[in-house]
């Protein structure tokens, strides 16, 4: 076992981004949890299944724990889909991703432009893009956005599961990050059933990657019925007749 205890607080920046980076001196691969982050246990398993499976196609670039809008199934009968965004709440990912890395510097406009491009009108691109710019300048002091452009960049897509794998429970009163406790949050927790059944093409799910957008603009997540609530739960339900 590796371990890196810091002496000082780093800030959320420079704390994350060194530590993956020594992370993946380490391993080819490997899971990413953040202290506030809950997983159900079959999340390991479902990462673990993806590192494998997609350890050679350039095109993926994350596993996602997270399922912003559990109450849809998404893909048909397949157990994940993908999308050009993807939560950081529980995820996974291969060092050889992670060694693109676009961390503090200017974008050209041929990037601004590819990044556009890639993420389609309407889907958060101009916020993300001042979320940039001002972690630039320093006024936030974040990881995410950069790897989210660094994805956007490589026409990275995230490997998202229909079921909700992860409860994110570092909001509200006594959080260490913000005092908000919007709905979008609590998504419940389900556990996802094996064998997993792949997708029969690689593309983004445009449909959920705007809903995707809308709920993080919102924070309201779809309310979901009892009966995707019970399936999620217990997913054997879903063979019965």
């Known amino acids: 076992m590796h371990t890196l205890f810091r002496e000082e607080n780093l800030g959320c920046e420079r704390a994350i981004n060194e530590a993956l980076d020594w992370f993946f001196e380490q391993v080819p691969c490997g899971i990413i949890l953040e202290d506030d982050c809950l997983p159900d246990i079959s999340f390991f398993r479902f990462c673990e299944e993806m590192l494998e499976r997609y350890a050679a196609d350039l095109r993926v670039f994350q596993v996602s724990g997270r399922n912003e809008a559990p109450d849809r199934r998404w893909s048909g009968n397949a157990s ?14 291969w060092a050889d991703r992670w060694q693109r890395h676009v961390k ?14 890639y993420t389609e009108p309407g889907f958060g691109v101009g916020k993300r893009i001042e979320l940039w710019k001002s972690t630039q300048a320093g006024q936030i002091d974040t990881w995410d956005i950069q790897w989210w452009l660094t994805r956007a960049l490589e026409h990275g897509l995230a490997v998202v599961p229909e079921t909700n794998l992860v409860e994110n429970i570092g909001f509200g009163k006594g959080a260490h990050s913000t005092s908000t406790d919007q709905v979008r949050h609590r998504n419940e927790v389900g556990e996802i059933s094996f064998p997993l059944r792949h997708p029969e093409t690689l593309h983004a799910n445009l449909t959920y990657d705007r809903e995707f957008c809308l709920i993080n603009s919102s924070g309201e997540a779809p309310r979901r019925s009892l009966k995707t609530r019970l399936l999620q739960r217990f997913p054997a339900l879903g063979s019965l007749k």
């Open 104 to 117: 503090r510097r200017e974008l050209t406009s041929e990037e601004l432009s590819a990044i556009s491009e």
């Open 80 to 93: 994940y889909f993908f999308s050009r965004y993807g939560g950081i709440w529980g995820w996974a990912t």
